[in-house]
């Protein structure tokens, strides 16, 4: 598959030839890229082999129209986080609702205005680079995060979450279903609530029973997204492997599985049934066995090694 490199890459997807040809001249114009899809079902075909920055998605087509094509392609985690511009002639606000729902970032009217047009793309063609960027820079220091709409459906995940939530729930694939199993589900519909602050926590016990996940909401960030940490809470493997790797004692080990996991002081006192200041002095000969300095250092090589 070809990604674009430095150079910006739009696909435009629109059944009108006329309108296709003058929304093409335009951002080729403005030195964009332009790939051009005749229908939903080409737009798909085309993604497998390169993708573009943006979407510009025509709302009412022949076969599969704007909206159920840019469900199919959001329900794919190589394609999600690509921004889709909706085009729509339809008076009828609820198309526009459903342009939303459907996954787009934003909607304009037909006949489309120009240079509304370049500049809206401009804006979420520099959002989804970003939020790339992120999601990247994450996943290198083996964080678990993801982010979901009102529905608690995956808008976004690290692949590292992925996989913690395919452990967790066997049989569930983000690839077919944008949807979280039941039982995490209704844990971030919980976490999500409009009365929910930043930084609460639900655990949730797998229908196996072999594992607990706790899922902390970290931000929300529009009106449609939640960004939420997940915690592997596998205690025993995780000490296990802390002490294995750079001879710590057990509590050792488990101080520092729980600063890996954002724990102030305080909280790993009150986990561990000891003192903040205990918890200081642990943290002392830890960052000595680790040979760093900080607590932020210490986390992430922790964060690493639980990872692996």
């Not at 913690?164 to 519909?189: C, H, Q, Y």
């Not at 609530?193 to 655990?203: C, L, S």
Request: charged share 20%.
């Amino acid at each position: 598959m070809q990604t674009p490199g430095s150079s910006a890459t739009v696909l435009i997807v629109d059944d009108e030839p006329d309108s296709l040809r003058m929304l093409v001249a335009a951002l080729e114009n403005a030195g964009i890229t332009v790939l051009a899809a005749r229908s939903g079902e080409a737009a798909i075909a085309l993604l497998g082999h390169i993708l573009p920055d943006l979407i510009i998605m025509d709302a009412v087509m022949p076969g599969i129209d704007g909206f159920e094509t840019t469900k199919r392609i959001k329900q794919n985690p190589g394609y999600a986080s690509i921004p889709v511009i909706f085009m729509t002639g339809l008076a009828d606000g609820r198309h526009v609702v459903g342009a939303i729902e459907a996954g787009g970032v934003d909607y304009l009217r037909k006949p489309v205005d120009l240079a509304e047009l370049l500049a809206r793309v401009c804006l979420h063609m520099t959002q989804g680079r970003a939020v790339q960027a992120s999601m990247a820079s994450l996943d290198a220091t083996g964080r678990l995060m993801m982010a979901t709409d009102p529905q608690g459906r995956v808008l976004w995940c690290t692949p590292q979450a992925e996989r913690v939530m395919t452990s967790f729930a066997p049989g569930w694939s983000r690839s077919d279903n944008a949807g979280l199993p039941d039982e995490v589900r209704d844990a971030v519909l919980r976490l999500t609530a409009p009365q929910g602050g930043i930084g609460g926590a639900i655990r949730v016990a797998s229908k196996q029973g072999t594992s607990t996940l706790e899922l902390t909401l970290v931000g929300r960030y529009r009106e449609n997204e939640a960004l939420i940490r997940l915690h592997n809470l596998d205690v025993a493997d995780d000490v296990a492997k802390l002490r294995a790797w750079q001879q710590l004692t057990q509590r050792e080990a488990e101080v520092l599985r729980w600063v890996s996991y954002g724990k102030s002081s305080s909280d790993i006192g009150s986990l561990l049934d000891i003192s903040p200041r205990t918890v200081q002095k642990h943290l002392e000969r830890i960052y000595e066995k680790l040979g760093v300095e900080t607590r932020s250092a210490a986390a992430a090589i922790a964060i690493r090694i639980i990872g692996q």
